[in-house]
């Protein structure tokens, strides 16, 4: 054989290979992004646009993995928002154990402030786990707690919501008056619809939903999101 037919021939072999298959997932796990329609994914600890500044770890793929009857609540949701012209757009979904325990590592290390300006300009780093914004254990890793906003369907764009994902503040409680009243509306716009769908709000963070009849109540999983 020619050696440029070699070449073609490798080549030939090469682009013929399979690509990488998804990682199966637990059983009663699913992506969100297959059953919820119009759903928008922005996985932010996939990323650097994060609390931390990195990539977390577990977050190998920007994927929301959910719980079964969390997806499948969630769809429900999206069908009752999308009569308003509204639909979501996810945060995190699913958060591998080791995710966690890289956020304490990092609330350990006092001096690592670089993201300070943007997520918690008011708070003193020390005082983040007394205040609960930061926990050694997350209901996300039960797989059916899940961050989120509204959007306009029509072009994909967030509606305001007095403050961004992640910010530790007072001013991101649901129950906080200093935003805008529009805001304050978007934010029980979004409560209210999420409740209807069987979730329950978290008095300290605006974006964050776990669903009411969760199918793992007690189990704190740590398998990568990919």
Not at 83 to 104: H, I, M, S, T, W
Not at 180 to 193: H, I, K, V
Request: charged share 25%.
């Amino acid at each position: 054989m020619h050696p440029s037919s070699h070449a073609a021939f490798a080549l030939l072999l090469l682009s013929a290979q399979p690509a990488p298959a998804q990682a199966p997932l637990p059983p009663g796990f699913t992506d969100a992004a297959a059953v919820v329609d119009g759903l928008i994914v922005d996985m932010r600890y996939f990323g650097a646009n994060n609390f931390v500044g990195e990539r977390i770890d577990g977050y190998e793929r920007p994927r929301c993995l959910l719980s079964v009857p969390a997806a499948n609540a969630l769809a429900a949701v999206e069908r009752d928002l999308s009569a308003r012209g509204l639909g979501l757009k996810v945060f995190d979904c699913y958060r591998p154990q080791r995710a966690v325990a890289q956020f304490v590592r990092w609330a350990q290390r006092i001096d690592d402030v670089k993201r300070k300006r943007e997520f918690y300009p008011d708070e003193d780093k020390r005082e983040l786990f007394n205040k609960g914004y930061i926990s050694d254990r997350s209901g996300h890793s039960r797989g059916s707690t899940v961050d989120l906003t509204l959007v306009r369907r029509a072009d994909g764009r967030e509606l305001d919501m007095g403050s961004p994902f992640d910010f530790f503040s007072p001013k991101s409680w649901p129950s906080d008056r200093s935003v805008s009243d529009e805001a304050q509306q978007n934010r029980a716009l979004l409560a209210a619809a999420m409740r209807r769908g069987g979730f329950r709000p978290y008095d300290k963070e605006w974006w964050h939903f776990t669903l009411n009849n969760e199918p793992f109540p007690d189990t704190y999983f740590d398998f990568p999101v990919r």
